[in-house]
């Protein structure tokens, strides 16, 4: 585990200033927050924050560094956060896709998703779902383990905990299937409708930009939470003695770590998504940091002039 406990902690100093930050910006901006997609924006950094605080512990418990109470803390309590801030931001990413969409593309027909109250309302059920489905692993009972320095986590579950936590995985598994439909189905309907008006060119420009950023999103997506899941299903099974050998349990640990790490890795980014798609976010950033970014946005605009101005030279020269 030594490589991944490295990888974690530089993970958890790159989030930690990128989330703070967004935290301050958020709360500049509180008074603007009067959009729905600013309220999934909100949620996702909420998330983010719970996964923040819940890295140091497997950190210290990977690293066989923390004490034996503190290891079986982070089995029955923190590593379950950690699931929890997951699908939640799967969620919310897939509610930002969506609207997203809704909001540029289908105008008619978006219903209550884009209703601030609807918006409130629906964040409040997903937390409330997850938590249904995840708390009874910390409540369940566990077993009596004699202390070593390494601890598996699977190993404190009775039967019970066991199927209660493959059936979580299980249930969890849909929740994502789901949010990848809608993510998918967004942004392949962003791209059709991209196709659509290569025609009108003021249309393409702004289409062109909504759709670019809606595909980002989608691919940030599948690389964090697509790969995590085609390992964790088969891994699931590990415990519960479905498979026996003690290589494809090393293997299947190992891509379940691997995958996992890179889920994880999406909240150091996370920061440049609020920035790209909340202006009152972008505003507040701009509050904090008013010189270097002025300094930046006019080193970009002289770029993009004298880009322009050589164009103009070349277009004579011909």
């Known amino acids: 585990m030594g490589p991944f406990t490295v990888l974690y902690t530089l993970i958890f100093i790159i989030s930690l200033i ?6 301050w910006a958020f709360i ?13 924006l909100v949620n996702l950094l909420l998330a983010d924050i719970l996964l923040l605080l819940s890295l140091p512990f497997k950190i210290l418990k990977d690293l066989g560094a923390a004490p034996w109470s503190l290891m079986v803390f982070h089995c029955q309590a923190t590593s379950i956060t950690i699931y929890i801030s997951l699908y939640a931001s799967i969620a919310f990413f897939a509610l930002i896709i969506t609207n997203c969409y809704l909001q540029h593309f289908n105008r008619t027909s978006s219903l209550r998703l884009q209703d601030v109250g609807f918006a409130r309302l629906l964040s409040l059920v997903i937390w409330l779902l997850l938590l249904l489905i995840m708390v009874p692993n910390m409540l369940l009972p566990t077993q009596q383990v004699p202390v070593q320095q390494y601890l598996s986590c699977s190993s404190l579950k009775k039967d019970i905990s066991l199927h209660w936590h493959a059936l979580t995985v299980f249930l969890c598994t849909a929740l994502f299937l789901n949010a990848s439909a809608a993510v998918f189905l967004s942004s392949g309907l962003a791209l059709k409708r991209l196709l659509s008006r290569h025609s009108n060119a003021e249309l ?14 989608a691919l940030a997506y599948m690389l964090s939470f697509v790969p995590y899941h085609v390992v964790r299903t088969p891994y699931t099974v ?46 507040a950033v701009r509050m904090i940091f008013p010189y270097s970014i002025k300094q930046k946005t006019n080193h970009v605009e002289l770029m993009v002039q004298n880009t322009t101005s050589l164009q103009q030279d070349v277009a004579v020269a011909v």
């Open 28 to 40: 500049l901006s509180s008074r603007a927050l009067k959009q729905s997609t600013t309220i999934y």
């Open 18 to 23: 990128g989330n703070l930050l967004s935290v």
């Open 204 to 217: 393409l420009v702004e289409t062109r930009r909504v759709a670019g950023s809606m595909t980002a999103v």
């Open 238 to 283: 590990t415990p519960t003695k479905v498979i026996t050998n003690c290589q494809m349990k090393r293997q299947l640990f190992l891509g379940k770590e691997s995958t996992l790490l890179l889920s994880v890795l999406h909240i150091c980014f996370d920061p440049l998504l609020f920035f790209y798609l909340c202006s009152p976010f972008r505003q």
